[in-house]
């Protein structure tokens, strides 16, 4: 939700923001619904980009272990370089230190 609050900042920072995850548009829609989210979602079923950016992981809760999708933000310049990754993103703050790391580049 801070990444939809934020925006106006991001677009004021020439920056684009966009969620990814592998559920289907459909699901996607709703979600950004339920949570009033104006950012736009990628959905990648196949998890062909999810792989390629190392975020389709090992993970584990109440000691079962299962594949899924790391949180994580990747800040791309207008080359297409990848100029900074933030891992295991907490929300907290989150969206104010990407803007701040957009607007230094």
């Known amino acids: 939700m801070d990444f939809s609050r934020l925006k106006p900042k991001f677009e004021?920072?020439?920056?684009?923001?966009?969620?990814?995850?592998?559920d289907a548009v459909a699901a996607q829609n709703k979600f950004k619904a339920k949570h009033s989210l104006t950012?736009?979602?990628?959905?990648?079923?196949?998890?062909?980009?999810?792989?390629?950016y190392g975020v389709w992981v090992k993970k584990s809760m109440y000691g079962k272990t299962f594949m899924g999708i790391e949180r994580a933000t990747f800040?791309?310049?207008g080359a297409g370089v990848i100029r900074k990754v933030w891992r295991k993103v907490k929300v907290e703050g989150h969206a104010e230190a990407v803007l701040a790391a957009a607007k230094a580049i």
């Open 12 to 22: 004021r920072a020439s920056t684009t923001v966009i969620g990814v995850s592998a």
């Open 39 to 52: 950012v736009p979602l990628a959905s990648d079923p196949d998890r062909a980009m999810i792989e390629r």
């Open 75 to 77: 800040l791309v310049d």
